[in-house]
């Protein structure tokens, strides 16, 4: 119990459920191995809090069905990270630090590295790619749903400076990890990345990035309204199996 009243001393720069965190101490009170997915949730503005409430912010189903077919034990990161005024996408790098906080003190109380896996929606699925580069030894891998930060295409000449640089730098940045393993979820109908956009982490991490790519006309909300869920449940579930058992 003392382990867990520190860890939400550690985390007060985010929220999570107090519930979720006790499970999983029982779970290895109880010398059991726990598979545990934190999930980092989307960002309407840059410039403002996000709500993590908002139903598009929600664990998809087809994420949410682990828990009854493996047991998973899942996070919630709400990060409450905005940009600076004169530095704009700062805030991907700020949740980018609290997402390692995170893993590190579960890594903590007991959690096998190789039993953790990161996994987010939008900018929640882009921070997720920056761990890579940062500590790739704190959890095993990511699942990713149409990772993005820089705003959609349709405003690029509006705001040139998402796409042309900022954009850009990130790939630089996320890049620099020696390897990348994930499961990326991405649409082609998606006004931010489709698969195109993304062929860059397929390019550069070709034996470690399943990259999955479709269309079910719902364009960047696809992860909430999946018209392949089924397919998508079975390739998350075995993503998980087969990485856990490459690992242990």
Same mark, same amino acid.
């Given at each position: 119990m003392k382990n867990l009243i520190a860890f939400f001393i550690l985390l007060s720069a985010i929220n999570v459920n107090a519930? /979720?965190?006790?499970?999983?101490?029982?779970?290895? $009170?109880?010398?059991?191995?726990? $598979? $545990? *997915?934190?999930w980092s949730h989307g960002q309407t503005r840059p410039q403002k809090s996000e709500k993590c409430s908002s139903r598009f912010n929600k664990i998809p189903k087809t994420l949410k069905y682990l828990e009854k077919e493996i047991n998973a034990h899942f996070i919630f990161m709400c990060s409450k990270s905005t940009d600076n005024d004169n530095s704009p996408g700062s805030y991907i790098y700020k949740r980018v630090k609290q997402l390692k906080k995170l893993l590190t003190e579960i890594?903590?109380? #007991?959690?096998?590295?190789?039993? *953790?896996?990161?996994? #987010?929606w939008s900018a929640g699925g882009w921070t997720a790619l920056h761990m890579f580069r940062e500590n790739e030894k704190l959890f095993n891998s990511a699942i990713v749903? &149409?990772? &993005?930060?820089?705003g959609p295409r349709h405003e690029t000449k509006k705001y040139p400076w998402w796409r042309e640089e900022a954009r850009p730098a990130h790939i630089k940045e996320i890049t620099k990890a020696k390897f990348i393993n994930a499961l990326v979820f991405a649409y082609? /109908? /998606?006004?931010?990345?489709?698969?195109?956009?993304?062929?860059f982490l397929t390019e550069l991490y070709p034996n470690n990035v399943n990259l999955i790519g479709y269309n079910c006309k719902k364009g960047h909300l696809t992860h909430a309204k999946d018209c392949k869920s089924s397919e998508t449940e079975i390739l998350i579930l075995n993503y998980i199996n087969d990485q856990i058992n490459s690992k242990n």
């Amino acid at each position: 119990m003392k382990n867990l009243i520190a860890f939400f001393i550690l985390l007060s720069a985010i929220n999570v459920n107090a519930n /979720d965190l006790s499970s999983i101490q029982e779970d290895l $009170v109880l010398e059991k191995n726990p $598979v $545990v *997915i934190i999930w980092s949730h989307g960002q309407t503005r840059p410039q403002k809090s996000e709500k993590c409430s908002s139903r598009f912010n929600k664990i998809p189903k087809t994420l949410k069905y682990l828990e009854k077919e493996i047991n998973a034990h899942f996070i919630f990161m709400c990060s409450k990270s905005t940009d600076n005024d004169n530095s704009p996408g700062s805030y991907i790098y700020k949740r980018v630090k609290q997402l390692k906080k995170l893993l590190t003190e579960i890594n903590e109380i #007991g959690v096998n590295p190789n039993n *953790i896996f990161i996994s #987010g929606w939008s900018a929640g699925g882009w921070t997720a790619l920056h761990m890579f580069r940062e500590n790739e030894k704190l959890f095993n891998s990511a699942i990713v749903f &149409a990772p &993005a930060f820089a705003g959609p295409r349709h405003e690029t000449k509006k705001y040139p400076w998402w796409r042309e640089e900022a954009r850009p730098a990130h790939i630089k940045e996320i890049t620099k990890a020696k390897f990348i393993n994930a499961l990326v979820f991405a649409y082609e /109908d /998606d006004d931010f990345n489709r698969p195109e956009e993304l062929k860059f982490l397929t390019e550069l991490y070709p034996n470690n990035v399943n990259l999955i790519g479709y269309n079910c006309k719902k364009g960047h909300l696809t992860h909430a309204k999946d018209c392949k869920s089924s397919e998508t449940e079975i390739l998350i579930l075995n993503y998980i199996n087969d990485q856990i058992n490459s690992k242990n």
